[in-house]
């Protein structure tokens, strides 16, 4: 499975953006999808998931409530809404492939390159 994450920018806080992530691969739809990001000198974190039907989502506490994953397997695309935008929003954020869930990034056989999000105070 090869990702591409988009869909990044400029947005000042209370702002909106929604980040993509097309895969290519026709397992796509049998992988739990992710999103983490990776804020200037700190880990990277997990963000949200999605189960293979999209039936099942996972958030970190930090953004539940703002930030909505979807998936689209017709298209293989995994989709990531984000509302509410804060400044400590600020980071690189990657989208990753599981064959099983997890909030932690060793489980995640694929990577997209990154995509980053500013928000501006």
């Known amino acids: 499975v090869q990702l591409q994450a988009s869909g990044g920018g400029l947005v000042q806080a209370g702002g909106s953006l929604r980040l993509s992530c097309a895969a290519s691969g026709r397992t796509f739809s049998s992988y739990v999808m992710a999103w983490f990001r990776q804020a200037p000198g700190k880990e990277r974190e997990f963000v949200a998931a999605i189960n293979w039907s999209g039936s099942n989502t996972y958030y970190a506490d930090s953004v539940k409530g703002r930030f909505t994953i979807s998936r689209d397997n017709a298209k293989n695309a995994v989709y990531l809404q984000m509302n509410s935008l804060k400044p400590a929003d600020t980071a690189v954020y990657y989208c990753?492939?599981?064959?099983?869930?997890?909030?932690?990034?060793?489980?995640?056989?694929?990577w997209g390159q990154g995509t980053l999000v500013t928000v501006s105070s």
């Open positions: 990753a492939a599981s064959p099983r869930l997890s909030v932690g990034t060793l489980e995640y056989e694929y």
